[in-house]
């Protein structure tokens, strides 16, 4: 069975300050990774999707992330964080590629000036 | 731009009412889903239907029915809410043989 831990349920960080969100994963084959965003009173929407080759990728809105199969992780990173980035967000994997999708609990991340 | 519409946005009801929530899909995907998110943001996928055949059903109460009559709509029916039924139901769609799914903005339900 497959699991992903976000450990981080809320991070607080400034404006301008770089951000990083913790994603923990279990599984035994090839995982591909996601990571959503959902915004206050709206449905999630992708950043970035991991399948293979370079471990870090690039998202939308200066995001990026990087996978570590040795450390079972893919984190969220961005290096200057905007309050219009507040919101939860989601590490999701999927097992083997199907769409049977496992999501991590989310990190509320709250930007202030 | 938004391609995946749900209807209606917020539903107030009471304990044992019939509800039923509508979901369409533009993007030509052939795969959607019921999504339920409670009150701390987890999610948990009821349903999935790929080309109007039921894929999954994990284990939801019996009270709910996924409807669909062709591949870009799906709905949903709460035969006799609940109080635990209170949460945010949220429709997604994918091709099968993709794994990105693309979400509504959701149905928030409460149960009085």
């Known amino acids: 069975a497959q699991s992903v831990t976000q450990p981080d349920a809320r991070v607080t960080v400034s404006e301008g300050a770089s951000l990083q969100l913790r994603c923990k994963y279990s599984y035994s084959g090839t995982p591909y990774l996601f990571w959503y965003v959902q915004y206050p009173r709206q449905g999630l929407q992708l950043l970035l999707k991991?399948?293979?080759?370079?471990?870090v990728v690039q998202g939308v809105n200066g995001f990026e992330a990087e996978f570590s199969k040795s450390n079972s992780s893919f984190h969220l990173r961005k290096a200057s964080v905007h309050w219009s980035d507040s919101a939860v967000y989601f590490c999701?994997?999927?097992?083997?590629?199907?769409?049977?999708?496992?999501f991590g609990q989310g990190t509320v991340l709250s930007v202030i000036p | 731009e938004t391609a995946v519409f749900q209807t209606p946005n917020y539903h107030v009801t009471q304990v044992g009412n019939e509800v039923s929530f509508n979901c369409k899909q533009t993007?030509?995907?052939?795969?959607m889903y019921w999504y339920k998110q409670d009150s701390k943001k987890l999610l948990k996928i009821m349903f999935s239907?790929?080309?109007?055949?039921?894929?999954v059903n994990e284990t939801v109460p019996r009270r709910f029915s996924p409807q669909s009559s062709d591949k870009a709509h799906l709905n949903l029916r709460i035969k006799s809410v609940e109080p635990e039924d209170s949460a945010v139901y949220l429709c997604?769609?994918?091709?099968?043989?993709?794994?990105?799914?693309?979400f509504g903005a959701g149905t928030r339900l409460s149960v009085l």
């Open positions: 991991y399948y293979s080759g370079d471990p």
């Open positions: 999701v994997l999927s097992p083997g590629g199907n769409n049977k999708l496992t």
């Open positions: 239907y790929n080309n109007k055949q039921l894929i």
């Open positions: 993007l030509g995907h052939d795969t």
């Open positions: 997604a769609s994918s091709y099968w043989v993709q794994n990105t799914l693309y």
